[in-house]
């Protein structure tokens, strides 16, 4: 998990995105991609020193320079990683009873319990602290118009 973090860490930044589109289709040395990029010899080392690190680029000394590449099975291998992921089944433990409800699985709404309901909502801005102190039109706006609506208690549970 940590290493698909780092990678898309160092994706996320916009500059090191750009010498990855360009490493895509050409070998390039730090001069010329500062050059590409309108930015300094210095920055483009710092950036080139992330992607290594994150295994996506890699160096290779051609005379004075040294030219780098992308090593596309990495990328292949964090797109590969995305979509296991995208593939997976729903983890029902973590839904919103509402957003169950929806699907029309509302026999499994009664057998199984969910957490992110329990403690008053998923949308914090939009309800207050504690299910007590919400208003109606809050629960609703995050809810809608349930009956044993989660997070408002019972009278037993008052």
């Not at 730090?30 to 992330?50: E, N, T």
């Not at 992110?116 to 118009?145: A, F, V």
Request: hydrophobic fraction near 30%.
């Amino acid at each position: 998990m940590n290493g698909i973090i780092q990678t898309l860490k160092a994706l996320a930044d916009e500059t090191r995105f750009r010498i990855i589109h360009l490493l895509l289709t050409h070998d390039l040395c730090v001069g010329a991609l500062a050059d590409h990029l309108s930015i300094s010899k210095a920055a483009v080392s710092q950036h080139l020193q992330v992607l290594r690190k994150a295994g996506l680029v890699r160096g290779e000394k051609r005379g004075y320079w040294t030219h780098y590449s992308v090593d596309k099975s990495a990328i292949q291998q964090i797109a590969e990683e995305l979509m296991k992921r995208a593939d997976q089944a729903p983890d029902f433990r973590m839904l919103c009873r509402r957003s169950v409800q929806d699907e029309g699985n509302i026999d499994d709404v009664e057998r199984r319990e969910f957490t992110m309901c329990q403690n008053c909502c998923q949308q914090p801005t939009q309800l207050k602290d504690k299910p007590e102190n919400c208003t109606p039109e809050q629960i609703r706006e995050c809810h809608g118009d349930e009956k044993d609506h989660p997070c408002v208690p019972t009278r037993e549970e008052k």
